[in-house]
Each structure stands twice: as C-alpha cells, then as structure tokens.
C-alpha cells in the first residue's frame, strides 16, 4: 500500500477468535493483519464449546498459527491461548494468558486507543474484567454475537458462555455488539470469493479452499451450498468507520441474559452501544482491495 495512516490516528488491537470454529473468522483475522490503522498487540485463541470437539481452544490456536504462517511477515503477531471452557459462574475468572495479555494491554502506558475485539464467546474479557477490574475504563471491546434485539434468541457465540455475557454487560467495560441480525447481512457467494480472493497469494488460496472444505463437511446443514456469511469481518470495518452518522447503531441499557438466551430489560443506567446494521459494501472491498495489494507486493519480492 502507498499510504500511511497518521500515528495519531492509529489504533491497538488485540483480537479473540474461535479460529477453527468454521471458515469466516480467517477472513477477519486477515483483513485486521492488512490493516495499517492498527498496531498488532496479539492474537487469542477462544474455544467454541463442546459441541464438536473436546479440545476447541486448542484447535483455535493451530488455526491461527497456521494462518499467521501463511501470511509470512505480515503474519508476526503473537498468539495467546485463551480459556479452555466457560465460566463455570459469573464470580470466577478462568485465568489463560489470553486473560492475562488483556490485562497487561489495557493497563499499559500506550496512548493509542485500545480495540479488543472478540469474534466466539466473551470469556476471555469476563475474567480478564474480574482478575483485574481496572481494565474496564482502558479498552474497547466490539463483540460479535448475541441474539437480535428486543427479545434475544439462541445464538452460537453467546451459547457457549452466557455468563460471561452477564459478567461484561454488567460491567462498565464499553461495549460495541453486533448481534446475530446484523452480522449475518455480510452474504457473499462462493462464485465471488473465487473471484475476489482465491487467485490472490498462498493465503487467497487457503481462505477460499477452507471454506469449501467446511462446506463440503457439512454437506447436510448450513450453509446452503453455495454463499456464505462473512460475519466477524464488522469487527475489523468497525473500527476503520463506526458509522456514527450513518444511524447504524443505538445506545441502549445493557440486558441481562437468561440461560435460554432471551434478553431481560432490568435496567437503564449501564448503556451499550446494539449495531442494528453495518456497511457489506465497504466491509468486503476494503478486504478484497487489501489482500489483492498484499498478494501483488508478495509477488515481486
């Protein structure tokens, strides 16, 4: 890329992903490692339930550490395991060194502003948060998951640590969530990402072919055969446009969340901020845009 981002105007960020999960988290992951606005703090691993394997955290941070290879120089970030499971209440933190890298970030003297973002469950940031409430007032953090608003419904990030849902939307810790309405409007076809990201690099290569992987995987459930949702990636075009002045978002009292996933409205003081929509457009062509330059300056090394 020909252009630099201003310091002043740069940020730091910490990412948390559910990596080996499905096949869209890698997209985020390399749409934030092409972003020169941000200043690359670590990447950690979250786990994604039981439901398939006993070991997700795990497999989450040999995805990334496989993606980050790929990605040669680009890709030198450090990676912190997160917890293994959920809380087991909302009182106990599970301490892992993705908690404690949250932690030594957000207390650190760096004045770029800080961004966690976190594309699973909120474990690491809960017990982040009750290992050391300090943090609250020094970060960001931008979720990806939860059920539509008024009602809430099951949703697949929120489902594999409610408590930890509870524990930072009680916390003042700010909050930017994108719930499962509004992150699921980031359809692509699998035609257009043969097109826009397959022919681009090692990395183009394996974004595209994990994904029909997963897809022929699950050739008898979602998806549907031939589109997909890229639904983490607000996480990285969030923090480049917050769509301020666009209506994209509401402040709203925090819920409370029931274990059946539905939001309770019990309060008015701890507010958050509930994106009711975000730009595909802008979203998908600036990582398409990026990762075609990436891909191009590679090349002629």
């Known amino acids: 890329m020909n252009f630099k981002v201003p310091e002043p105007k740069r940020v730091r960020l910490l990412m948390n992903t559910d990596a080996k999960n499905e096949a869209d988290d890698q997209y985020a992951i390399v749409h934030a490692l092409l972003t020169p606005m941000f200043i690359h703090k670590g990447i950690i691993a979250a786990h994604f339930g039981t439901g398939r394997t006993t070991e997700s955290m795990e497999e989450s941070y040999a995805e990334v550490k496989h993606v980050l290879r ?20 909302e009182l106990t933190p599970v301490v892992s060194e ?13 004045l770029h502003r800080l961004f966690v973002v976190f594309l699973g469950p909120l474990t690491d940031l809960a017990s982040a948060y009750l290992m050391e409430p300090r943090i609250a007032d020094r970060l960001t953090a931008i979720w990806i998951g939860g059920g539509p608003y008024p009602h809430g419904r099951h949703e697949f990030n929120l489902s594999n640590d409610v408590h930890a849902a509870n524990v930072v939307m009680a916390s003042p810790i700010p ?37 029909i992987q997963f897809n022929d995987d699950n050739a008898h459930g979602w998806p549907r055969g031939e589109c997909w ?70 090349a002629a090394k």
């Open 70 to 89: 790929l990605m040669g120089d680009a890709g030198e970030v450090p990676v912190y395991k997160g917890a293994p499971n959920a809380l087991k209440e």
């Open 98 to 110: 993705g908690a404690e890298a949250i932690i030594r970030e957000a207390l650190s003297d760096d």
């Open 175 to 211: 909050l930017w969530q994108v719930p499962q309405n509004v992150y699921s409007s980031m359809r692509v076809s699998l035609a257009e990402l043969e097109d826009r990201v397959s022919p681009h690099g090692e990395i183009g290569k394996y974004l595209f072919e994990q994904l």
């Open 229 to 298: 949702g890229l639904g983490d990636s607000p996480a990285v075009s969030l923090i480049l446009d917050d769509l301020e002045f666009s209506d994209g978002f509401v402040t709203m009292p925090a819920p409370r969340i029931t274990p059946e996933m539905h939001y309770v409205h019990h309060q008015a003081e701890r507010l958050i901020r509930v994106y009711r929509n975000v730009d595909v457009r802008f979203t998908l062509e600036d990582m398409y845009a990026k990762l075609a330059l990436f891909a191009r300056k590679q």
